[in-house]
């Protein structure tokens, strides 16, 4: 599998044994926590929103528009001709306008550019093959330095932890 990689660097070397660290650009994260870029719909429950991206509006279950305040605001125009979406939908347990708002630009950042996602990928090799390996997907291109090193070192943890019951199982079988 061809991997768009970023950065690739040895963590670790002992005798034989390698462990390396790939960042890799992610582009088939999930983004649905978020919401979606939408049509028009009417939300059905507090925890749903309708959040008009150029006016940064929200349509509440109520049917009312709000302004970030949550003070009542007048319904923003739509443009009838536009090809672009208009609105995101939110239904992911938020029941604040600010959250809606707040992941509502989330998804204007991603889909801008802004922000992507990466993956972080440990394996271990042992002259040369792969004896343990494990990653994780759908992290935030703007996460910081901490969660990126911590990430790192628990992905390589489990590598390892592959590659000692690789080791196990080999040295049973000889």
Known sequence: ???DTIETR???TCGRVQ??????????????WLGE???YQEPRNKEQKLVHLASGLVLDHHGIWRDERGRIAPKPEEYRHSH???YTFHNNGHDEIKYA???SKR?????NGNIGFIGIVATVTLDGAEIGHDALWGIESDSGDAYIESTERECAFEALREAKE????NLKAA
């Open 1 to 3: 599998m061809s991997r």
């Open 10 to 12: 040895t963590l670790k």
């Open 19 to 32: 462990v390396t660290i790939e960042h890799v650009n992610d582009y088939d994260a999930d983004t649905s």
């Open 37 to 39: 870029f939408s049509a």
């Open 84 to 86: 672009e979406w208009q």
């Open 101 to 103: 708002l707040q992941d």
């Open 107 to 111: 998804l204007e950042d991603i889909n």
């Open 166 to 169: 690789w080791r196990s199982r």
